[in-house]
Nanobody, 115 residues
Framework: QVQLVESGGGLVQAGGSLRLSCAAS????????NHWYRQAPGKERELVAS???????NYADSVKGRFTMSRDNAKNTVYLQMNNLKPEDTAVYFC?????????WGQGTQVTVSS
């Protein structure tokens, strides 16, 4: 069935970069809206970026100019390139895709940005 697996998180210093990946099985990313979310311990879940079927990518104001979402259709994988990382970017990052009845979520990958 549907499975989303995030990877690429880790510990990085402020100003550094990471690229997150979300590999999917059981669903074709290209034919669905793709989302990246994040959640820090003391904050609500936040929508970071969305790639609709039409291809227009939306970003949260907090990451505009620093994060770039993309997709490799051949690999059925979505990516989140994160540059100029800040401590406030520290969170667990999740990818998600709408399903016919409910959304599918991965397990998340931890991103920690040191001061």
């Amino acid at each position: 069935q549907v499975q989303l697996v995030e990877s690429g998180g880790g510990l990085v210093q402020a100003g550094g970069s990471l690229r997150l990946s979300c590999a999917a099985s059981g669903i074709i990313f290209r034919f669905n809206t793709n989302h990246w979310y994040r959640q820090a311990p003391g904050k609500e879940r936040e929508l970071v970026a969305s790639l609709p079927v039409g291809g227009f990518i939306n970003y949260a104001d907090s990451v505009k100019g620093r994060f770039t979402m993309s997709r490799d259709n051949a690999k059925n994988t979505v990516y989140l390139q994160m540059n100029n990382l800040k401590p406030e970017d520290t969170a667990v990052y999740f990818c998600a895709v709408p399903g016919p009845q409910y959304d599918y979520w991965g397990q998340g990958t931890q991103v920690t940005v040191s001061s």
